[in-house]
């Protein structure tokens, strides 16, 4: 089963600040990469699917890209809403599961 | 878009099993799946397993293997999620989720229902 590090474990940032979020699979990933937000007692929300791809209603300043092992989501000019928790997904072929990454937290500096 | 409505809190003693129901409106479900999703108080997020609405075929983490049953209603708008000999390590959120045949991502999540275990 492919393991997912995300990195860092919490980002500190200012509004209308840019955030880099990293996500290393343990080995090649042939499925697709998904990245969600979580904010405090809610569930997830899909941001981004296929790596790069926004899921409708997420606003341009998401921004998903990489490939084999390293993914990365970018938040450009952080907005209030914007500080929450991030995760990274995908799924695994054999055994066939699903696997998150353990989380970066977005937080306001 | 499928609306997800999951039923509500459940408080168990350890060894007790636990039922959790997720019932899906608006889209068809002919073409997704239903997993669930478990977060421990203040963890993050752990894959349960997935069901087939349509032919009831599941998949499940094999840390679950032996205690956990996912079964669809008779409607195939609902799934169960049932988990057995339950000890505190199982308290958490429970979300069901659905995915897209053609994707390998979770569209829609349902509200989440807290489950307690305590003696």
């Known amino acids: 089963e492919i393991v997912l590090t995300q990195s860092p474990a919490t980002l500190s940032l200012s509004p209308g600040d840019t955030a880099t979020l990293s996500c290393r699979a343990s080995q090649n990933v042939t499925r697709f990469l998904a990245w969600y937000q979580q904010k405090p007692a809610q569930a997830p929300r899909l941001l981004i699917y296929?790596?790069?791809n926004r899921a409708a209603g997420i606003p341009a300043r998401f921004n998903g890209s990489g490939s084999a092992t390293d993914f990365t989501l970018t938040i450009s000019s952080l907005e209030p809403e914007d500080f929450a928790l991030y995760y990274c997904q995908l799924r695994n072929d054999w055994p066939v599961s699903w696997t998150f990454g353990q989380g970066t937290k977005v937080e306001i500096k | 878009q499928v609306h997800l409505v999951q039923s509500g809190a459940e408080v168990k003693k350890p060894g007790a099993s636990v039922t959790v129901s997720c019932k899906a409106s608006?889209?068809?479900?002919?073409?997704?799946?239903i997993h669930w999703v478990r977060q421990a108080p203040g963890q993050g997020l752990e894959w349960v397993g997935r069901i087939n609405p349509n032919s009831g075929g599941t998949y499940y983490r094999q840390k679950f293997q032996g205690r956990v049953t996912i079964i669809r209603g008779t409607s195939s708008t609902t799934a169960y999620l049932e988990l057995s000999r339950v000890t505190s390590d199982d308290t958490g959120v429970y979300y069901c989720a659905t995915q897209q045949q053609d994707g390998d991502h979770f569209e829609d999540w349902g509200q989440g229902t807290l489950v307690t275990i305590s003696s």
């Open positions: 296929d790596a790069s």
């Open positions: 608006g889209d068809s479900l002919t073409d997704s799946f």
